[in-house]
């Protein structure tokens, strides 16, 4: 592990803990595909609270947006000061990282999905076709109705995240360079990303509120960004604290979870019909990530020696090629166990899909790591690793 953190109050070095809450985040994600695929998203609080764990993608986002921008914020506090121009992550360098890290197994995964439903029929019909598989290779399927492809439906997501990384530099290069000045103001840095994480709550209502809006304009980039810049806000706090105290953070990342389960948060699906509810969920959300993930910036603990165990940080290393594939190896699962769709138990779809998962998701993460690994020094996000 080679994990970099921001040179805050604690001392900069390797924290294994943000690989290894990876491992959460990514079995909480099945776990919720697993409620789903079983019949289990009832609109009561049980049924509500097993589609909640869903939150393992805004673990994910607040976890990438934190350390992708923790080297904008050591090179602000730490860089010469005042002039010569601070150098920050090359924006070149920064780009090839993330692609390199990113589109090999999202390629292998997304072309060995589509072969697969050449020979199985019983999928809908939705996301066929050449258009949809090129949506699909270039993160555009959810603009628009129906190239969502069995499988892979929870990709929409990766299309999110890939708007972020690129969007990154739009907003760190002006904030470091023009509102900053190459100067350490991190007064400065929290008011303009506090005000940029307000984006989210606003898209929301305004595509719940306008009529012919395209109803997939919910599950669009902005609809989440609040979850990355609160990554990186943490970023900047973690650079001005010794500590963050870890009880406190995780129970109300439970308190959070658990309220979210309530029908003031909406009925069990990504972005509810209202967009109160939405906007009450995603912020619930944030609440819960921020609260596991933020004590593992700074400091130590049980929390931190938890999440950084060699079982956890094994199976963050590999929960990017998991996410990936899970989805798919439920679609199987499902046929051996014989269940049909939206019956079974939760419990045995989830524990024979990880069992399944984990091994093909080493097996992709071996196949694909000498593509991004060679010469890296730094980790990138997509595995808990940083490469600016």
Known sequence: MDLTVPAGGAASGRRPALTGIRTVAAAAVCLTHAAFWTGHYTDDYVGRLAARFEVGVAIFFVLSGYLLFSPWVRALRDGPRPFPPLPYPPLRRYAWHRARRILPAYWLTVLAVYAIFL????ASDLGHGWEA???????????????????????????????YYVALPVVAWP????????????DLLLAVLAGLAVCSPVWTLVVHGLEGVDPTARLWPPAFASWFVAGMLLAVVAALVTRIPAGLCVTSAAAAFFASGGAFAGEPTIVPDDGGAAVVKHLLYAVVALGVVAPLTVGDGRWSRLCGSRPMVWFGEISYEFFLVHVMVMELV????????FTGSTVVVFAVTSLVSVPVAWLVHRITAPLWRRGDADRSPAAGRIAP
């Open 119 to 122: 020979v199985r029929t019983d």
């Open 133 to 163: 598989l090129v949506r699909n290779l270039t993160f555009t399927q959810v603009y628009g109705f129906g190239y969502l492809h069995t499988g892979l439906t929870q990709m929409w997501s990766m299309s999110a995240e890939v708007a």
């Open 175 to 186: 904030l470091a360079r023009i509102v900053c000045r190459d100067r350490w103001r991190p």
């Open 334 to 341: 499902m046929d051996v166990v014989g269940f049909r769709v």
